[in-house]
């Protein structure tokens, strides 16, 4: 290529990305984030400082933090290496966590691929053709021959300018939705583990009401013994002997539900861990091995909406919404382009780039569009309006989050107080049931009263130990309503730096 043929090349590519100078401020509304709630608190009547204790396994006092951070493996603060391996190997076999990481992949390649448009396109082409002419027709070459090889080197330069900013706000809008999927992302893992937990738990739970009922069932078999052994002697009448018959039974007939639920949730845990029903082992998880924080944190109003995944994915779509009414904008406004061709032909493949063959283009074009049946105007009234609903959304997103977090703060106080009136229950049940007992074998009170004494201590214990999952499962929901800390979690902080 020579000197003055260089020069050219030069002079299109300078003139092609000059385009990129006249780009100016993009139409439509530019985002702004939404204001933080001007909410003081989560509940009506100010926070205690701490929950009601109980003399009773996982009795123990919680104290409220305000302010205090959530800890990004939050479930380890339940103390149970059982409960750890579930979550670690949930985290890597978990099917819907791996879809939704998939999702995110996919959501930033397209973002990367949408951002290409901004930049000039570039094609380079070589064609070869093999062509005889009639002699009817003069030759196209100056040698006139008829038959002739014909080879053709092109390079394409395309450019669109963006002059109104449409092509940045569909940049905008992917990098948005990109964003909105990584939020997405984290609330499925927010979601999986807060799953898990309440699954463990209430297994655990399962369990110990299925021991304390095979425990409860041993004992009525043994009174009916004694009872029957009494009758065999003359000592007891039938009619006590067929009560302590039926209340067997029907402590009996409550053990296959409990097992059935124990197994689906058994069931539930292997799935969440990405196992088939019956391959995960049997951890033998009982309430006994968790260990309640002694604090919980209590998020400020106005770092809710920045740690909760669900409004920040929110927040997303109303940014991605708002970018969309930008490119409806610009879709009614005038498209420029520039286009240019540098290139060579030749009978001879090493004479194509020569300056005597090199052939150039170099054009420029607007279209504006004039009428379209209103379609452009109504696309642009759509996507405001998609923006109003994204928008109302987003506000019902933070309301319910704040609804969510409150409802699990009364929860965790009305769990503590449960808690001490079971246990205080079970106490007093054991405690009837004992003298009842006693008087039984002194003659003072008959088997009936003996039974209405057992029932109600079994009653009060399934009572207390309900009670006490129930605080385990309501800690879980909390770390879960203040968004689980992802932001403290060690793949974030590494993605940071």
């Given at each position: 290529m020579g000197v003055r043929g260089r020069r050219r090349t030069a002079g299109l590519l300078g003139l092609v990305l000059s385009g990129a100078l006249l780009g100016g401020c993009a139409v439509g509304p530019d985002f702004h984030k939404p204001a933080p709630p001007a909410a003081a608190g989560y509940t009506a009547t100010p926070l205690p400082a701490r929950t009601t204790g109980a003399d009773a396994p996982g009795g123990a006092a919680q104290r409220f933090v305000q302010g205090l951070d959530v800890s990004g493996r939050w479930w380890t603060l339940y103390r149970s290496p059982a409960l750890d391996a579930l979550v670690e190997q949930a985290l890597k076999a978990n099917p819907d966590l791996q879809a939704a990481q998939a999702a995110l992949r996919g959501a930033r390649e397209a973002y990367y691929a949408q951002r290409g448009a901004l930049a000039p396109t570039l094609d380079a082409g070589y064609n070869v053709t093999r062509q005889k002419v009639s002699d009817a027709i003069a030759s196209p070459l100056s040698s006139n021959a008829e038959l002739y090889t014909l080879h053709t080197a092109q390079l394409n330069i395309g450019y669109t300018p963006d002059v109104f900013g449409g092509l940045r706000r569909q940049i905008e809008t992917a990098q948005a939705q990109a964003e909105a999927q990584r939020f997405q992302t984290e609330a499925a893992y927010l979601t999986l583990i807060s799953n898990l937990v309440a699954a463990a738990v209430q297994e655990a739970m399962l369990r110990d009401q299925i021991e304390a009922t095979q425990s409860a069932v041993r004992a009525q078999a043994g009174a009916l013994a004694v009872l029957r052994d009494q009758f065999a002697h003359g000592e007891a009448a039938r009619g006590d002997v067929a009560a302590q018959e039926s209340a067997l039974a029907q402590l009996q007939q409550t053990l296959p539900p409990l097992e059935k639920q124990r197994?689906?949730?058994?069931?539930?845990?292997?799935?969440?861990?990405?196992?088939?029903?019956?391959?995960?082992?049997?951890?033998?998880?009982?309430?006994?091995?968790?260990?309640?924080?002694?604090?919980?944190?209590?998020?400020?109003?106005?770092?809710?909406?920045?740690?909760?995944?669900?409004?920040?994915?929110?927040?997303?779509?109303?940014?991605?919404?708002?970018?969309?009414?930008?490119?409806?904008?610009?879709?009614?406004l005038p498209a420029f382009t520039l286009t240019g061709d540098l290139g060579g032909a030749a009978t001879v493949f090493g004479q194509m780039l020569s300056s005597a063959n090199q052939t150039w283009l170099v054009a420029g074009g607007v279209a504006q569009p004039i009428f379209e049946g209103r379609a452009l105007l109504h696309r642009q009234r759509g996507a405001e309006a998609a923006y109003d609903q994204a928008a109302a959304q987003y506000r019902s997103t933070v309301l319910g989050a704040f609804q969510n977090v409150a409802d699990t703060l009364q929860a965790l106080q009305s769990d503590a107080a449960a808690l001490a009136a079971t246990a205080e229950a079970e106490r007093s049940a054991a405690l009837s049931l004992d003298i009842a007992r006693r008087a039984f074998r002194g003659g003072q009170v008959n088997t009936l009263a003996v039974l209405s004494a057992e029932q109600a201590w079994q009653q009060a214990r399934i009572a207390r130990i309900q009670a006490q999952a129930a605080r385990c499962a309501d800690t879980a929901a909390l770390f879960q309503a203040l968004g689980g800390g992802w932001w403290n979690r060690a793949d974030i902080a590494a993605a940071s730096r």
């Open positions: 197994i689906q949730q058994a069931d539930l845990i292997a799935i969440l861990t990405g196992q088939f029903p019956g391959q995960a082992a049997d951890d033998g998880l009982k309430l006994s091995d968790l260990t309640l924080p002694a604090e919980l944190p209590v998020s400020l109003p106005s770092a809710l909406v920045a740690q909760r995944p669900d409004i920040q994915a929110a927040e997303a779509s109303l940014h991605a919404a708002s970018a969309q009414v930008g490119v409806a904008v610009a879709a009614r």
